[in-house]
């Protein structure tokens, strides 16, 4: 496998990491002779996993996050077909009723943190008028339905539903637009986060700004028509790309802000 091992090697560390844990599970999944499989992973997460993967012949393997629409993705590896009617061993849809339509993605994500939950077992979440529902791994089901019960002052019970309702649902976003003179990193972030785009470039050296999913950001980069930027405190935007100019030659940009 020289040809993975230059791949790899070539990956940046946080990369190379992932990559060698994906190995590891494939690797589990072909020793024992069983179907083994990730935590949740970030898109840029699952695509190093896939490449990683498609190394070998003779391992099968499925990448899903149950909805179609999925941003958080898990990779189920076996040296055998992978039928969809084993996912329900791998992976649970839950389900809670809410009475305050304010109630927003953190809020739930940071609830469920809080009980003592590691991210990575935790896959998306959304909100669909009265509801909330949450993709999780299996093995987490039990404990979310027992111990999780408020969110912030908010009384919610979540029950295990089939995973075929999650089909359909998908992440919500509102659109909303800037005027920008450039669409470098530094501009942009500077303009969401309503500050100078000095503080803006420390804002990015300090790790407050990931860019699809990845804390390596080069501020002086050019983003493009559905790139992800992550400000931490202040919201998370996929762009959706330049719709004009305005009368000084800006650029006039939508972006959609997840909610």
Same mark, same amino acid.
């Given at each position: 496998m020289k040809n993975?091992?230059?791949?790899?090697?070539?990956?940046?560390?946080?990369?190379?990491?992932? /990559?060698?844990? *994906?190995? =590891?599970?494939?690797? +589990? /999944?072909? $020793?024992?002779?069983? *179907?083994?499989?990730?935590? !949740?992973?970030?898109?840029n997460e699952a695509r190093i996993g896939e490449s990683v993967l498609n190394y070998f012949s003779d391992t099968s393997y499925l990448i899903t996050g149950i909805s179609k629409n999925a941003e958080r993705k /898990?990779?189920?590896? /076996?040296?055998?077909?992978?039928?969809?009617?084993?996912?329900? =061993? !791998?992976?649970?849809?839950?389900?809670?009723?809410?009475?305050?339509? $304010?109630?927003?993605?953190r809020d739930i994500l940071g609830a469920l943190v809080s009980t003592g939950i590691n991210r990575n077992k935790?896959?998306?979440?959304?909100?669909? +008028?009265?509801?909330?529902y949450v993709i999780a791994k299996k093995e987490i089901e039990k404990h979310i339905v027992h111990n !999780?019960?408020?969110? @912030?002052?908010?009384?919610?019970?979540?029950?295990?539903?089939?995973?075929e309702e999650a089909e359909n649902l998908s992440l919500n976003f509102e659109k909303t637009r800037i005027i920008t003179s450039s669409?470098?990193?530094?501009?942009?972030?500077?303009?969401?986060g309503n500050m100078s785009r000095g503080k803006a470039q420390e804002f990015i050296?300090? +790790?407050?700004? @990931?860019? $699809?999913?990845s804390n390596d950001v080069n501020r002086n980069r050019l983003l493009e028509e559905g790139d992800v930027l992550s400000l931490r405190g202040k919201g998370k935007y996929k762009i959706s790309g330049a719709i004009g100019h305005s009368k000084k030659g800006n650029i006039v940009l939508e972006l959609e802000k997840y909610v």
């Open positions: 993975l091992e230059l791949y790899i090697k070539g990956l940046k560390e946080d990369d190379r990491h992932i /990559a060698r844990r *994906i190995l =590891d599970i494939r690797d +589990g /999944a072909q $020793n024992n002779f069983m *179907i083994n499989d990730s935590d !949740f992973l970030y898109p /898990a990779i189920i590896v /076996a040296p055998c077909e992978i039928y969809d009617e084993i996912l329900k =061993d !791998f992976f649970t849809l839950l389900r809670g009723r809410i009475c305050d339509v $304010n109630i927003t993605h935790i896959g998306d979440i959304y909100i669909t +008028g009265e509801y909330v !999780f019960k408020r969110i @912030k002052n908010i009384s919610i019970d979540f029950e295990s539903v089939e995973l669409m470098r990193v530094d501009n942009i972030v500077s303009n969401l050296k300090s +790790g407050n700004v @990931k860019l $699809n999913w």
